[in-house]
């Protein structure tokens, strides 16, 4: 009888708890035993570990988070340490492991994969720029939190004729950004990817008063140069040249913590499944990801080597459809 490890590890996404559902019910299906890993590759070292059965992910599809908790462990970056997690995960008797988590993630699911170990890595994070997939889980449920805040705020922007600055999250990726703009009708969008004159935002937001806008919405990636603080100051000082007044509202960790929609939840558990069907087909250091509709596999080696870049023409049309 083989017996897995499943883990989340990294920022928390809503889906996550989908996908471990998948992976346990796939796999006891198949006669194996699945070992839950609290706290991420942290909780690996530690050996919080739990014996996962079918009731145990019971009731969990619609929650967001993760049952098993996660966590960044840099203490997991140290070569040492990655010795004794494959020491722990034999004392264990886990003869395969499934990742559940974003960059930093699959970049500890690779490592762990070149000494030797069969990993396979499901990609989960709001930023969705995790090379190997089209979209990862919680993308869609983050989007759609963006959204009504949006749809809220530009309520209460036409009320007063304000310009509203609405911040959300990415790190470095302004995916979520770009697309919340695109679907919120934004004036205008700041992004990580792109250099941004604080003065050409200016002019968009001038621009707009000077059609007769009731309003004006700029959003902005948290990792771009100028974020919503150091826009918010730019702007503090012309704010005379704008004409609109100006608010500013960051949307923060609220995007993370929803209950998955739809789309993420059916997406964690296509994941999921797919990642037992490697394992079970010894197709294993790959991670599972989507292309155009369908379901494929990325080497590690590539998603810890390459970076994932925004669509150019969703640019350019973020671009005409400002105007």
Known sequence: MKR????????????????????????????????????????????DVRPLGSRDVGEIMQRGGTMLGS?????????????????????????????????????????LSCMGFPVVGIPSTIDNDVYGSDMTIGVDTALNVALEAIDRLKTTASSHRRAFLIEVMGRESGYLALMAAVAGGAEAVVLPERKTDPE????????????????????????????????????????????????????????????????????????????????????????????GASLSTTELSEVATHRKTLDSEMLALAEVLAT
């Open 71 to 111: 966590a960044r462990s840099p203490e997991y970056d140290a070569p040492d340490a990655r010795e004794r997690a494959l020491d722990r995960l034999r004392t264990e008797r886990i003869q395969a492991l499934i990742v559940i988590g974003g960059n930093g993630s699959q970049a500890g699911a690779h490592a």
């Open 200 to 291: 050409d935002v200016a002019l968009q937001i001038r621009e707009a008063w000077e059609r007769g806008k009731a309003h004006a919405l700029i959003v902005v990636a948290q990792g771009a140069m100028y974020n919503a603080a150091k826009l918010t100051e730019y702007f503090d000082q012309h704010r005379e040249r704008m004409g609109f007044d100006l608010r500013s509202t960051t949307l923060g960790y609220v995007q993370r913590g929803s209950d998955p929609t739809y789309a993420d939840r059916m997406l964690a558990t296509r994941f999921g499944a797919a990642a037992v069907d490697c394992v079970a087909e010894g197709h294993c250091g790959v991670l599972v990801g989507l292309k």
């Open 4 to 47: 897995i490890g499943v883990l989340t590890s990294g920022g928390d996404a809503p889906g996550m708890n989908a996908a471990i559902r998948a992976v346990v019910r796939m796999a006891l299906s198949r006669g194996w035993d699945v070992t839950g890993i609290r706290h991420g590759f942290g909780g690996l070292l530690n050996g």
